[in-house]
């Protein structure tokens, strides 16, 4: 039988097995039942791929996402493995074709949308199948975030594949949906595996109350650090996506915009150019991105504060998939809560649902770690902090708060507890604004009490009482401040304070790629040569490789088939189809650390033979024995005599000589008669310039 590790590597080019992919893999393999738990960009694929290349027959991948099952596909078959997929987007006649292929067995994986697994059981049941792999499976519950109905009847059909494993593979974490995935798909005593959700990868930044103008300048200079790198913006409503892709597109960054209240034919367009990276920016709302697998998503921010954790990190999640540095930054302010609210007023559920803005706005306010506090929501327990957000990057000090905690305090109790935020503050800084003076607020005993502090100072301490339950915000209230039972204790001097000082902070630069031997125009180089090849072929840069590999390859800078082999993302197939353009560029454009005769000596000292090094190197056989004639010449030690007969040799000096000892082939060459090949007549040179000099 197949070993999984060999397949990860010579279908796959990937070293090892992340997190839980050999488990569900040999699960698979003994026929067992699985519940598979893994974040988004986990892995899940290859946890169904390798065993299904292992088993004899077919397995069915069901996916109700009909853009990702054909980007897998794709994928699959650039890796040189027989898949397929059958959806509703098909022609009559390639649902033919792909049902006869499915039928006569050749698939190795037959993706199948939910309602066409259903619509063709009747054939579907003829097949010989090894294994039901159900991606998305949260799609069962409705306890889930995107039920569908159809899922609920795959569980039905189990009857017709009594003897195979079925596995699930969702990214949702809750309890009660895994409960309801394992009833409803009738899994039999599933194992269930659940990876690690943190994703070290992401760096993670809150940006409290910044105003508009100030927003976009940041957003513009943060895209503009990242040259030509792809992200998106998510914004609560349809207008604002529209005005961030206006706004960005004014500043020279190629952006559009998605939302639902778009034709599906034009999200889909926009969502494959996106893909295809024929622009940078994608403004949308959170209708954005289900069925996107762009590995090579480099940022992801947030205009406005999330409606809940779970949503939040699926969406920071889609940056950074295949494992690079990405950042996310999550913008928000006091409005975005009560919208969000507003959203929920009229739901059945609306205690769950201002639960869930409540824990997002304790996310956003956190002044410790904050991936801690995000699995923590999950229910993971980092040991450390993470060094990787904005807290660790740069921790707040703390100051007793007490007096300055009282003096806010005792301004909203004078004030009857009818004061915002904006008027709270100039309150406490003595400003002689209409407001105050018609409201007779000049005359309240801590007028200007807090004249020491900037506006924003206050802001960030009115912002650390209110997260700390000092103060309270009534949303249904003109978003009035209050004081709850805590702040009275605070005024009683009962409860002590702990505040920290307002710190401008810096968002985080582009982190310079680490390794510094990157080569960087190879890198561009590689990246117009994929983007061409991509074209060509019409599918994703992603799918001819992504661009861990080809950072990888632009650093290594590999001239040997071998040394291609070393290269993550890179299976057997893909260095049978590109081996040879991707050593010709960089043995041409890039700066390999050896140059090509270095690099066939090696080989050469290695005992390969002028055949194998040709192909381990995608050169030619006479290049090769060149390159051994010129290393002979600069004194390497190269044996040339096996390519040349002694009795050869001397009949070649012979014929040079009567030629004035030429140096040039070509009437050595005619002199007897074509007898002897240019490359051994070099070979000849070479071996008598030797003698001669020596
Ligand atoms: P998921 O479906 O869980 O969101 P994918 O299966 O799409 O994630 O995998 C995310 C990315 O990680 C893909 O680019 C995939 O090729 C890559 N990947 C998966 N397993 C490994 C591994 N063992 N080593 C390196 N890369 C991997
Ligand atoms: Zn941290």
């Not at 069962?140 to 039920?147: I, L, P």
Request: proline share 3%; net charge neutral.
């Amino acid at each position: 039988m197949k070993i999984p590790v060999e397949i990860l590597r010579s279908v796959f080019g990937y070293d090892s097995f992340r997190q839980n992919q050999k488990e569900i893999i040999e699960h698979a393999l003994a026929d067992q039942d699985a519940l598979v738990i893994m974040p988004t960009g986990g892995g899940k694929s290859i946890c169904f791929q390798i065993p299904a290349l292992i088993k004899e027959h077919t397995t069915l991948v069901i996916s109700p996402l009909i853009a990702l099952m054909k980007d897998q596909v794709e994928n699959l078959r650039s890796n040189g493995v027989n898949a397929a997929y059958y959806n509703s987007s098909l022609t009559e006649s390639s649902r033919n074709f792909i049902r006869q292929q499915a039928l006569s067995g050749e698939l190795k994986l037959l993706y199948l949308s939910p309602e066409t697994l259903l619509g063709g059981i009747d054939w579907i049941k003829s097949m010989n199948i090894s294994m039901m792999a159900i991606d998305e499976a949260h799609c069962v519950s409705m306890w889930g975030h995107d039920f569908r109905p159809e899922y609920q009847q795959i569980g039905e059909i189990r009857k017709y594949f009594p003897n195979i494993p079925y596995l699930a593979f969702t990214a949702t974490a809750d309890k009660v949906t895994r409960k309801d995935i394992a009833e409803k798909l009738s899994l039999r005593n599933p194992t269930t595996f659940i990876s690690s959700f943190d994703r070290p990868n992401l760096s993670l930044a809150v940006r409290p109350q910044v105003p508009k103008k100030q927003k976009v300048k940041e957003v513009v200079q943060f895209i503009n650090e990242r040259n030509g790198e792809s992200g998106i913006i998510y914004c609560l409503s349809k207008k604002e996506t529209e005005a961030w892709a206006a706004e960005l597109n004014e500043y020279g960054i190629h952006s559009r915009y998605y939302h639902a209240g778009m034709g599906s034919a034009e999200r889909d367009e926009i969502q494959e150019g996106f893909i295809n990276d024929e622009f940078q920016v994608i403004c949308a709302t959170i209708a954005f991105g289900m069925g996107i697998d762009k590995p090579n998503i480099r940022w992801v921010i947030h205009n406005n504060l999330p409606k809940n954790v779970e949503g939040y990190y699926q969406e920071i999640g889609r940056a950074g998939r295949d494992g690079l540095p990405a950042d996310t930054i999550l913008y928000y302010n006091y409005r975005d809560v009560v919208l969000l609210n507003d959203f929920v007023a009229e739901s059945n559920f609306k205690e769950v649902y201002h639960e869930k803005i409540n824990r997002m706005l304790k996310y956003a306010e956190a002044s410790t770690c904050r991936r801690r506090i995000l699995l923590a929501y999950f229910g993971e327990h980092l040991l450390e902090n993470c060094g990787n957000c904005d807290i660790c990057l740069d921790p707040p000090e703390f100051i007793d708060g007490q007096v300055i905690a009282q003096k806010a305090l005792s301004a909203i109790v004078r004030a009857n507890e009818r004061l915002g935020l904006n008027i709270l503050i100039n309150v406490l800084r003595g400003g002689k604004t209409i407001e105050i003076i018609e409201r007779g607020l000049d005359k309240i005993k801590t007028y200007g009490a807090g004249k020491e502090f900037s506006f924003k100072d206050w802001q960030h301490f009115i912002n650390q009482l209110i997260d700390q339950g000092v103060i309270e915000i009534a949303y249904d209230q003109h978003m009035h401040l209050k004081v709850s039972e805590l702040g009275h204790a605070v005024l009683r001097n009962e409860q002590s304070v702990q505040l920290t000082e307002f710190k401008e902070r810096e968002l985080k630069k582009k982190e310079e790629k680490k390794t510094g031997s990157v080569n960087s125009e190879l890198y561009n180089i590689l990246k117009d040569w994929r983007k061409e090849l991509a074209v060509q072929n019409s599918v994703p840069a992603y799918v001819i490789f992504n661009d861990a590999t080809l950072g990888s390859l632009a650093t290594v800078q590999p001239t040997t088939i071998e040394q291609l082999h070393q290269i993550s993302g890179l299976g057997k197939v893909k260095i049978d189809r590109f081996g040879k353009d991707l050593i010709e560029i960089i043995l041409s454009k890039g700066t390999p650390k050896i140059s090509t005769y270095e690099a066939t000596f090696q080989l050469y000292s290695q005992g390969m033979n002028v055949e194998e090094i040709a192909i381990s190197r995608q050169l030619s056989a006479q290049t090769i024995l060149n390159h051994l004639i010129k290393l002979y010449e600069e004194g390497k030690k190269v044996d040339l005599y096996q390519f040349i007969t002694e009795y050869e040799l001397q009949e070649i000096k012979a014929v040079r000589s009567k030629l004035k000892n030429t140096h040039q082939l070509k009437p050595i060459h005619e002199a007897t008669n074509g007898q002897y090949s240019y490359e051994k007549i070099s070979v000849a040179l070479a071996l008598l310039n030797k003698h001669i000099s020596a």
